[in-house]
C-alpha cells in the first residue's frame, strides 16, 4: 500500500509518495522547498530524510527543478529526462531562465507569500537518466512517459498499476475550469500529450497547480480544440515579462 502526500510548496503542490520501507518525491518544488518536504518528512511523518529515496524532475522551470541541486547536496537521487539540461542552455537559455524566475516571483506574489531565496543552479547533474517508457529507478509500479508542449522536455509520471498521473504543468485548473499552461513551446506536441493521456486510460491527475482532479475526456478533448496554432513563449511576451518584473521589483 501507498499514500500520497500533497505538500504546499511555494508556488506548487508537491507531491510525496509514501511506502511502507521508501519515499519519492515528484518533482523538486522551488530551492526553498527542500527544508518543507524535509520538515514534512521528519515532523508529519516521523520518519528519516533519508528514507527519501529519489527525486523525479519533469521540466526545468524553478518550481519544479528548482529544489534538485539541494535535495542532492542531501545525499537523495535525483532523476530526470535525458535532454533536460538543454532547456536553459545558451544564451537564449539563459535569458529564458531570467524569465522565469520573474514570472515564479510574480505568482508567489498572487499567492501572498514571502519572498523567498529562489535562485539555483539550472544544470542538473542526474544521477539517473529517465527516457519516455522508462520504469522509476527504485519504483518500478511507475513509469516516465515523454509529454512535451509546455516545454520540448517534460515528463509525466505515470502510477502503472491505477488509472493515475502526475503530469506536472501540462493541465492548470483552478475551482471552475482547466487551462492550459504558460509557456507553451509546441503546441502540436501539446496536443498529442494530451492524446495520449486519453489513450492510456488516465483517469486521476496530481496536478502541480491545483492538486488532485479527475479530468474528462471532453475536458482533454476541449483543451486539444481550443489550443493555439502558434507557440506561446517569452520571446512573444516580453513586454508583460518586463511589465512583471517592475510590479515584483516594487513589492
Not at 45 to 60: Q, S
Not at 197 to 224: N, P, R, S
Not at 227 to 232: H, V
Request: proline share 4%; net charge positive; hydrophobic share 35%.
Amino acid at each position: 500500500m501507498i499514500k500520497i502526500h500533497e505538500i504546499n510548496g511555494y508556488i506548487e503542490t508537491l507531491y510525496l509518495v509514501e511506502y511502507p520501507d521508501k519515499l519519492l518525491l515528484l518533482d523538486g518544488g522551488c530551492r526553498c522547498d527542500v527544508m518543507v518536504v524535509k520538515n514534512h518528512i521528519e515532523t508529519v511523518l516521523k520518519r528519516d530524510f533519508r528514507d527519501l529515496k529519489l527525486v523525479v524532475i519533469t521540466h526545468a522551470h524553478p518550481d519544479h527543478s528548482g529544489g534538485a541541486n539541494a535535495f542532492k547536496n542531501h545525499g537523495v537521487k535525483i532523476a530526470g529526462y535525458k535532454d533536460h539540461n538543454k532547456w536553459y542552455a545558451g544564451f537564449t537559455g539563459k535569458i529564458t531562465f531570467f524569465a522565469d524566475i520573474i514570472l515564479t516571483y510574480l505568482v508567489a506574489t498572487k499567492k501572498k507569500r514571502k519572498k523567498e531565496n529562489i535562485w539555483f543552479h539550472p544544470k542538473i547533474d542526474f544521477d539517473y537518466i529517465v527516457k519516455d517508457e522508462d520504469t522509476l529507478p527504485g519504483f518500478p509500479d511507475w513509469k516516465a512517459i515523454h509529454c512535451p508542449g509546455h516545454t520540448y522536455y517534460d515528463l509525466s509520471l505515470v502510477k502503472t498499476d491505477h488509472k493515475l498521473a502526475y503530469i506536472a504543468d501540462n493541465i492548470i485548473c483552478n475551482n471552475i475550469k482547466k487551462y492550459r499552461p504558460y509557456p507553451l513551446a509546441s503546441p502540436e506536441d501539446y496536443k498529442k500529450t494530451l492524446l495520449k493521456y486519453k489513450e492510456m486510460g488516465i483517469k486521476y491527475f496530481l496536478l502541480a497547480h491545483h492538486g488532485k482532479h479527475e479530468v474528462t475526456d471532453q475536458e482533454i478533448d476541449l483543451l486539444v480544440n481550443s489550443a493555439p496554432n502558434k507557440p506561446r513563449i517569452h520571446r512573444s511576451n516580453f513586454l508583460m515579462i518586463l511589465k512583471h518584473l517592475f510590479t515584483v521589483a516594487k513589492k
